[in-house]
């Protein structure tokens, strides 16, 4: 089933990882390296509208039916190639990264540690949220 409120907080972990990620990155860069750093002002809709697309092909993993264990893997792994692919496109347009294979490899190491902690923060709420709702039907059954 199609949820938009899991969309919302996808995106809004995204964004947020994303700009964790970035002020550590001009963290060392400042103090380690040779930069300063300022971001256009576009930049913050940039990652977003990143963010919300590549929240997108969660829809994949909303399923109702019952799939098999291949099925569910080969899903997780088309998410990530198209969320990979879509946060290397908008990187692309956006001038997140040089367009070189340690420019790419770069954005593709941070992409990955977004994207795992976007898996871990999902985890979280769904469990936090079953365990709100059972808490819910407890107290129904206890009133009855």
Same mark, same amino acid.
């Given at each position: ?6 969309? $919302? ?14 002020? $550590? ?73 040089? *367009? ?11 992409? $990955? ?17 079953? *365990?709100?709702? *059972? ?10």
């Amino acid at each position: 089933m199609f949820k938009p409120k899991t969309i $919302i907080d996808e995106t809004l972990m995204i964004s947020f990882l994303i700009l964790i990620v970035i002020s $550590i990155e001009e963290f060392m860069s400042y103090f380690f390296g040779d930069g300063f750093f300022t971001l256009a002002w576009y930049q913050p809709l940039a990652i977003v509208l990143v963010s919300m697309i590549s929240s997108l092909p969660s829809a994949l993993l909303m399923v109702e039916k019952k799939i098999t264990k291949r099925e569910w893997h080969l899903r997780i792994v088309f998410h990530f190639l198209a969320t990979l692919i879509i946060v290397l496109g908008g990187g692309y347009v956006f001038g997140w990264y040089d *367009n070189s294979l340690k420019g790419i490899i770069m954005i593709t190491i941070a992409f $990955i540690v977004v994207y795992l902690c976007v898996w871990g923060g999902s985890l979280l709420l769904i469990r936090y949220e079953e *365990n709100m709702i *059972n808490s819910a039907l407890e107290k129904i059954r206890d009133d009855d």
